[in-house]
């Protein structure tokens, strides 16, 4: 099993910048990819950013270029930079980890998420 704890999320001002980071625990040897997702209200989960093994990156079309995904092997950490915020940014922020296999990856843990919130 693997235990994903989120933190950095809150209340910013439109245009602004947060930070997320994402601390993995447990069986860490069991996942090569970890990645942030988010979910608004009435909408569904979607892609932010992700890293899988090789340190290959992806990003969802609605932040990029206004965020920046990094992992921090050595901690076990993934963090993401969000800078520009919009209101439409508005979600929960969910922290996932995976592996791949001849099948694809597979985002078997998630966390908690974080609320982050783009208001003035």
């Known amino acids: 099993q693997v235990q994903l704890v989120e933190s950095g999320g809150g209340l910013v001002q439109p245009g602004g910048s947060l930070r997320l980071s994402c601390a993995a625990s447990?069986?860490?040897?069991?996942?090569?990819?970890m990645g942030w997702y988010r979910q608004a209200p009435g909408k569904e989960r979607e892609l932010v950013a992700r890293?899988?093994?090789?340190?290959?990156?992806n990003y969802g079309d609605s932040m990029k270029g206004r965020v920046t995904i990094s992992r921090d092997n050595a901690k076990n950490t993934v963090n993401l930079q969000m800078n520009s915020l919009k209101s439409e940014d508005t979600a929960v922020y969910y922290c996932?980890?995976?592996?791949?296999?001849?099948?694809?990856?597979?985002?078997?843990?998630w966390g908690q998420g974080t609320q982050v919130t783009v208001s003035s």
């Open positions: 890293i899988l093994r090789f340190g290959t990156t």
């Open positions: 996932s980890a995976g592996k791949y296999s001849s099948s694809g990856y597979r985002w078997d843990y």
């Open positions: 447990g069986s860490i040897s069991s996942i090569n990819a």
